[in-house]
């Protein structure tokens, strides 16, 4: 393998949880008449991307977006359908990096409670060493902060490591702790159109790969 450490993001890059966030949304901004922006296709895309555009929506106020979050991470969340499921190559490729002595981490934006239900339920709860999670309180990516703190607890030496996510801020956060980074599992287009794949590549990241059985070809895992 060409790291020892693997450090990934949750949504997007191991489970794909997007159908499910976005089924959460739709149906709260119809709850508030939130018709704006009455194009689906374009609130998923801004999704994909960041939370942050949701966000600034036209429409969503700062009490609105807390009853998304909180919703989310809740019993009406978890049995929201579709459910989150992980992508099907997703536990064949963290098995491979600990049975080639490497190690797994997650750090991600998700509350613990949900994050342990679907590590569990998709069957992922074994491969990690260790968890950054939002009930940490660190800083958002792509602040290193929180990542930085994950490195110190665990002796992870970030020159010998790789962030990898399905967002371009995922990628940053690695390169801004020091770190590799990899885009994977990326949405075709950003809402302005632009392509993330060109958008990684310009920002210097090494690895992009569309799916992550690719992406562990690319760096050795298989």
Request: proline letters at 6%; glycine letters at 8%.
């Amino acid at each position: 393998m060409l790291f020892k450490d693997h450090i990934w993001d949750f949504d997007g890059t191991l489970v794909d949880t997007y159908p499910h966030e976005f089924a959460i949304l739709w149906k709260l901004m119809e709850k508030h008449d939130i018709d704006t922006l009455n194009d689906p296709e374009l609130v998923y895309r801004q999704m994909r991307v960041a939370y942050l555009y949701i966000h600034r929506m036209p429409g969503m106020t700062e009490e609105i977006f807390d009853e998304f979050s909180k919703i989310r991470e809740s019993r009406e969340g978890l049995e929201t359908e579709p459910r989150i499921t992980a992508f099907r190559d997703a536990p064949a490729v963290l098995k491979a990096v600990a049975e080639n002595g490497g190690r797994n981490f997650l750090c991600t934006h998700r509350g613990r409670k949900t994050l342990s239900y679907y590590l569990r339920v998709n069957g992922l709860d074994s491969f990690f060493t260790d968890i950054l999670d939002a009930d940490e309180n660190f800083p958002m990516k792509p602040n290193p902060e929180g990542l930085l703190a994950l490195c110190k607890r665990n002796g992870i030496r970030p020159g010998k490591s790789i962030m990898i996510g399905d967002r371009i801020i995922d990628g940053q956060t690695g390169q801004n702790a020091g770190m590799s980074a990899a885009l994977v599992n990326y949405p075709e287009f950003l809402p302005d159109g632009r392509s993330p794949k060109e958008d990684a590549a310009a920002a210097g990241f090494p690895y992009i790969a569309d799916d992550l059985t690719s992406l562990a070809e690319m760096l050795r895992i298989f």
